[in-house]
């Protein structure tokens, strides 16, 4: 990331904003020379929240590093969680129940459904609304129960194993996750009426914080961020990964590119992931949710030499995985390609010209998590 | 209260009676005021958003303020070293002078306000927008950036939106031919907001951005400006703001009560006197309720949006009703 034009006038002034600010989603330090209330420059300022979760990967087993991979991104972790796990299993040839394969799409999308509740409340808390945070929280716990039901947690999930999942659905989830998505429906048909046709909102989201598709492209935007810019791609499409090929569903796109684009896109996307879960509960195989050849968290694994690159759709975008094993039982090299740090890196570009307020929806619509940003 | 009035004025003589007795009851309510509109605004918002609120300190929380007080009181109180210190401190304390003032003004039943002036109203619109001052000086002394963010943006909505407020108001003085807030009162068959319905909305949103509420709370907007012009208050210090901004709220709803909602009057208020301060408050409540309903529903407006809405909208609505109000006067005279 090159330095952005400084101004060296004297009438502009430099604020930091964070690594502690309400605003910016964990501790991300946003640099911005202002002239008067506008933005003139702004260089986001990353590493605050740096764990070394690629160095940890190389001096930990397959098995080991589990825990690791929810906590880059702890909004949609079990996303994380399967795409660590579906890698090893592709590397190392490990068959997977098809009961699992359902399972685990029905578990990615009940979570990604659980992230962009969250940021829908986030964002709306960022343009200064505080109910809706809570209306939002509230259906994400509803999420949040069915998921602990079957993982044990809340938000860091560890349940994919090699070769399946940890632990079974129950014979009561499917009836209780339609229960949930059913509430969720009508929730959304409210929140419709109360968000997008209300004024205030419309006028704050409308053309600003405008992505352009090249821009976009240029800088490897991915998610509902670029499929709020035109670009109809989706891990899930573009590339098919576990039973996703199986489920028909949309990828919804807007044109503008703009702040209310992308708020638009996720609320579309919560419903085509409740349309796949839909689905994927009415096909949930029978049979064993992990296979019984594959070996136990206890053993060591061991991934034939080679380079493989991994990539599934989490919430925020392109999640990719490059493995590179010499044959031992810890990876050589794992490569995290998290969406957060392009969506990030594109906000410099973006954010002159507006608005000390704007700064914050358009930081709040691409949806940062930072960890994620870090690693 | 007259037998203590007699009492007082044999000691202390007449007027300081008076003062005693009005400065004392007014501040006494006040305080009591931003007890309960704390703990109202927590109630409204906890079932604005599905929750109960504070319910564990006294019945449904009703001393959960006091605790919060007793808390804030034992903070520490820290003033950072660069700031302007005398400006630092007295902000908080200036907050308060031109709302008790504006307080003292409002006609609280048969009898009169404590303060009676026969230019009541012009006072008015002048101590409302006095209160900007104190944030001002706040924001600017704390040496802080995002202070000063919200200092600069207060000073030029509480200008931006008096004008409003003004020109509303004025609409009412056409019709009651007085600036006398007792004679708008008694002259108040009909609440005026009945005649007046674009000027009274018009008052209503003018005050409601002149407390510095939402949706117009740009001062303090937390998600942008962190605490806005009081980010570097502490304990005490930080609370006297929300009493000033919730003893605020209560007066200038008890002014637009008094303009547009039939102030102290309601029924028979003319035989027992005591009911019209409750019938003042009532309708004061009902303008705070509605502020805070607001709050808890509607986003934030972006700075450019909010002087645009007052100079662009209210201001051209608020003459054109002035207008439309001279002419139909002239017409149909009402008396």
Redesign the interface.
């Known amino acids: 990331m090159t330095n952005p034009p400084v101004p060296d006038a004297l009438d502009t ?1 430099v ?1 930091n904003m964070g690594p502690q ?3 910016t989603h964990g501790v991300l330090r946003m640099k911005l020379t202002l002239r008067g ?1 506008e933005i003139v420059a702004a260089e986001p300022v990353i590493g605050y929240s740096h764990r070394a979760h690629e160095k940890m990967a190389e001096n930990r087993t397959y098995a080991q590093f589990l825990p690791n991979t929810s906590r880059q991104d702890y909004l949609s972790g079990i996303i994380y969680n399967f795409a660590w796990v579906e890698a090893v299993e592709k590397m190392a040839g490990i068959q997977v129940p098809e009961r699992a394969l359902v399972a685990r799409v029905v578990l990615a999308e009940l979570n990604r459904v659980a992230s962009h509740l969250l940021w829908i409340g986030a964002f ?8 809706p ?3 939002a929280w ?1 259906d994400r716990e509803a999420i949040l129960f069915l998921l602990e039901s079957v993982t044990g947690s809340r938000l860091t999930y560890c349940t994919g194993r090699f070769g399946g999942l940890s632990r079974d659905l129950d014979a009561d989830f499917p009836r209780r996750a339609r229960e949930v998505i059913a509430k969720l429906r009508a929730r959304w048909d409210e929140y419709e009426g109360l968000i997008e046709d ?1 004024v ?2 419309v ?2 989201a409308k053309g600003v914080g405008v992505l352009s598709r090249d821009l976009c492209l240029s800088y490897g935007v991915t998610g509902p961020s670029l499929r709020g810019s035109g670009v109809a791609y989706d891990v899930r499409k573009a590339e098919p990964y576990g039973a996703y090929p199986r489920f028909a569903f949309d990828v919804p796109t807007r044109t503008e590119g703009d702040v209310f684009a992308r708020y638009m896109v996720r609320v579309l996307e919560m419903r085509q992931s409740v349309r796949i879960i839909e689905q994927a509960l009415d096909q949930l195989p029978a049979g064993p949710i992990l296979n019984p050849d594959s070996i136990g968290v206890k053993k060591r694994l061991k991934l034939p030499a080679g380079t493989q690159y991994y990539a599934v759709e989490s919430a925020r975008g392109h999640y990719g995985i490059l493995l590179v094993s010499e044959g031992g039982t810890e990876p050589y090299r794992a490569k995290f390609r998290t969406p957060s740090y392009p969506n990030l890196a594109v906000l410099a570009d973006v954010m002159p010209g507006h ?6 929806a358009v930081l709040g619509s691409v949806d940062l998590v930072m960890p994620e940003v870090d690693r | 209260m007259s037998a203590l009035h007699g009492l007082l004025a044999r000691l202390i003589g007449d007027f300081g009676a008076t003062l005693l007795l009005g400065a004392g009851g007014i501040l006494l309510y006040l305080t009591f005021n931003v007890l309960f509109l704390i703990w109202l605004e927590r109630k409204v918002s906890a079932h604005a958003q599905r929750r109960l609120g504070p319910m564990e300190v006294g019945p449904h929380g009703a001393l959960q303020t006091i605790a919060d007080m007793l808390k804030l009181l034992s903070k520490q109180l820290v003033t950072p070293l660069a700031t302007d210190r005398f400006t630092f401190l007295f902000a908080p304390i200036l907050i308060f002078i031109p709302t008790i003032c504006l307080a003292s003004l409002v006609p609280l039943g048969g009898a009169s306000a404590f303060a009676e002036m026969p230019n009541g109203l012009a006072v008015v619109v002048v101590l409302s927008g006095i209160t900007v001052i104190a944030i001002f000086m706040a924001g600017w002394s704390s040496n802080n950036k995002y202070a000063v963010l919200g200092g600069m943006r207060s000073v030029a909505q509480v200008v931006a939106y008096e004008i409003p407020v003004l020109l509303s108001a004025l609409a009412v003085v056409l019709i009651a031919q007085t600036l006398d807030l007792n004679e708008i009162v008694s002259g108040q068959h009909v609440p005026y907001a009945l005649y007046e319905p674009v000027a009274a909305l018009i008052f209503f949103i003018g005050i409601t951005a002149e407390t510095n509420r939402a949706p117009f709370d740009i001062p303090e907007a937390e998600s942008e400006l962190v605490g806005g012009f009081h980010t570097e208050y502490a304990g005490m210090r930080f609370a006297l703001f929300f009493f000033a901004e919730y003893t605020n709220m209560l007066v200038l709803g008890c002014v637009g009560a008094t303009l547009f909602l039939g102030g102290w009057k309601g029924p028979f208020a003319d035989r027992w006197p005591f009911l019209g301060p409750v019938y003042l408050l009532l309708k004061g409540y009902v303008v705070v309720f509605l502020m805070m309903w607001a709050r808890w529903t509607f986003p934030r407006l972006r700075f450019d949006q909010l002087m645009n809405f007052a100079w662009k909208l209210l201001i051209p609505v608020a003459l054109v009703n002035l207008l439309v109000t001279a002419i139909v006067l002239q017409a149909v005279p009402l008396r």
């Not at chain 1, 709306?124 to 109910?131: K, N, P």
């Open positions: 002034y604020l600010h309400p605003s209330e709306l808390l960022d343009l200064g609304a505080a109910t945070f809570l209306y509230d209300n205030i909102f006028n704050r608005m000390v307020a704007d700064a914050v």
